[in-house]
């Protein structure tokens, strides 16, 4: 014989809202706080083989990542343009 687990309660929008208000101050009823990254936005592009060639060149030569030396030139223009 099976033993069924039980179905889990679902609380509507209001009944959240109100067990919120009503544990705020009860510090017990928390967990330790959570930190939440923004996650970034991402850009895809082309570039010609000539151009992803110099881009390359120019990160070795710098000791960067590819990405790192584009996002930087991006961000150099942003507030060159500001």
Excluded: N, Y
């Excluded at 209001?14 to 510090?27: F, G, N, P, Q």
């Excluded at 990405?67 to 150099?76: D, F, G, N, P, S």
């Amino acid at each position: 014989m099976s033993m069924r687990k039980p179905k889990p309660t679902t609380l509507s929008e209001e009944e959240i809202d109100e067990l919120v208000i009503a544990r705020a101050d009860d510090d017990s009823a928390w967990e330790a706080p959570v930190q939440v990254k923004k996650k970034e936005s991402v850009m895809v592009f082309h570039l010609e083989p000539g151009e992803f060639k110099a881009v390359a060149e120019t990160a070795k030569a710098r000791g960067v990542e590819k990405q790192a030396l584009v996002r930087q030139w991006v961000l150099e223009k942003l507030r060159e343009s500001q």
